[in-house]
């Protein structure tokens, strides 16, 4: 089981350097689990860069389960802001990037991502797994 991120899912739509990483870390999940927030994020930068169709048919392909937005979650996203945010550490975290950790967290997934942010906090990365 992992966590999808933002930033994993347009790294597969893009074409970027950790692309085939990504796709095989979500392959190799028997299940793939979103925040209803980092979803919302994922399909605002998709409509924004104008390839809104194609996430559409990535999220469909990958079939995450949706995991809603309680208050509990909210105060654990708010948390992770507050440990790992813009303004507060080195990771930056912004906004879709606490609800992403934030579910990782919750269901002890590791998190298949792009880039250094995550890196510096105490997430395992599901890219090192996917990796030849």
């Known amino acids: 089981m992992i966590v999808v991120d933002t930033s994993a899912l347009i790294a597969i739509l893009k074409t970027e350097d950790q692309a085939a990483a990504c ?25 924004r860069r104008r390839f809104d169709a194609e996430m559409k048919e990535l999220l469909s392909l990958f079939s995450p389960e949706v995991i809603d937005v309680t208050t ?11 440990r790992f945010g813009k303004n507060f550490h080195p990771a ?41």
């Open 23 to 47: 796709e095989a870390a979500l392959n190799r999940a028997t299940t793939c689990l979103i925040s209803a927030a980092t979803l919302t994020e994922a399909l605002i930068v998709s409509a």
């Open 72 to 82: 509990a979650r909210a105060e654990q996203a708010a948390d992770a802001y507050r």
């Open 92 to 132: 930056s975290l912004n906004f879709g990037d606490c609800f992403a950790y934030a579910t990782a967290r919750e269901f002890g997934c590791p998190l298949p991502y792009i880039g250094e942010d995550f890196a510096q906090t105490d997430l395992v990365s599901a890219l090192s797994v996917a990796q030849p």
